[in-house]
């Protein structure tokens, strides 16, 4: 299968992703931008985005990117910093590069951005089975 068709099906079957308003905008081999807007739900009690919105955002660009390769692939270990806030009506960007690919693990960069802003910082690590989504 191809990057774009991995990255679709994928999205086909992630309701967490769908109900994120998450647009696939870019995806080629070890990379995917992702966009969204930031929604009312989303706020907590300081009126601003709730940081579990930008981890999920960067979450769903890391899977995207690391199932490209054809072979499935689930994180192991990720963690983000937070820059800046975010508030209702933001639309925001993560973007995932492949910083290190290995026979069983890759290692991938997200940058969250709103325009040319960097408000968080994502690092993530999959793991990469030994089943192929051609088999899928």
Not at 14 to 30: A, K, M, R, T, Y
Not at 86 to 103: C, F, M, P, Q
């Amino acid at each position: 299968m191809n990057p774009k068709d991995i990255v679709a099906k994928m999205y086909d079957n992630d309701p967490f992703s769908q109900w994120l308003g998450v647009e696939v905008e870019h995806v080629d081999v070890g990379t995917c931008t992702l966009s969204m807007t930031i929604r009312k739900e989303m706020l907590n009690g300081f009126n601003i985005a709730h940081g579990g919105i930008t981890y999920s955002l960067a979450d769903s660009a890391l899977a995207f990117a690391a199932n490209t390769h054809g072979k499935q692939s689930v994180s192991i270990d990720t963690s983000i910093n937070h820059t800046e806030s975010l508030r209702e009506g933001d639309k925001i960007k993560a973007v995932a590069t492949e910083e290190s690919l290995k026979n069983k693990f890759g290692f991938y960069k997200i940058e969250i951005k709103k325009g040319d802003t960097i408000v968080a910082l994502f690092k993530g690590t999959v793991y990469r089975t030994s089943k192929n989504w051609e088999n899928e």
